[in-house]
Nanobody, 127 residues
Framework: QVQLVDSGGGSAQFGGSLTLACAVSGDTWQIAWFRQAPGQKRGAVSCIDFSDGRTYHRDSVKGRFTISRDKARNTVYLQMDNLKPEDTAVYYC???????????????????????WGQGTQVTVSS
């Protein structure tokens, strides 16, 4: 089973930036970043497909978040710019034992029963 360790959360001001990192141990096909705010369901915001490098983002973060992969470091990053208070949440990277369609996962916006999850990292944006 793939092991994931996410990091990089913290506090930022409105309009600020943070970069999250997901260290990946093992082979997989895609990595998705999910977030969960208090009282809300966990949903995917970004995803990267390793087969072709294509990236996907929910409309709410499009143009502000960038997902990327450093293959040499086995790490996937989520660069978050122009942060807003509504981005406040615990962020998790995740993947599954079988390939999954990034576009569907991000488009659905809901939770998925993936097999591997990072421990979560808190992002807090103040106005």
């Amino acid at each position: 089973q793939v092991q994931l360790v996410d990091s990089g959360g913290g506090s930022a001001q409105f309009g600020g930036s943070l970069t999250l990192a997901c260290a990946v141990s093992g082979d997989t096909w895609q990595i998705a970043w999910f977030r969960q705010a208090p009282g809300q369901k966990r949903g995917a915001v970004s995803c990267i497909d390793f087969s072709d490098g294509r990236t996907y983002h929910r409309d709410s973060v499009k143009g502000r978040f960038t997902i990327s992969r450093d293959k040499a470091r086995n790490t996937v990053y989520l660069q978050m710019d122009n942060l807003k208070p509504e981005d406040t949440a615990v962020y998790y990277c995740a993947t599954d034992q079988a390939p999954f369609p990034c576009q569907v996962v991000v488009g659905n916006g809901g939770p998925f029963p993936f097999s591997s999850w990072g421990q979560g990292t808190q992002v807090t944006v103040s106005s």
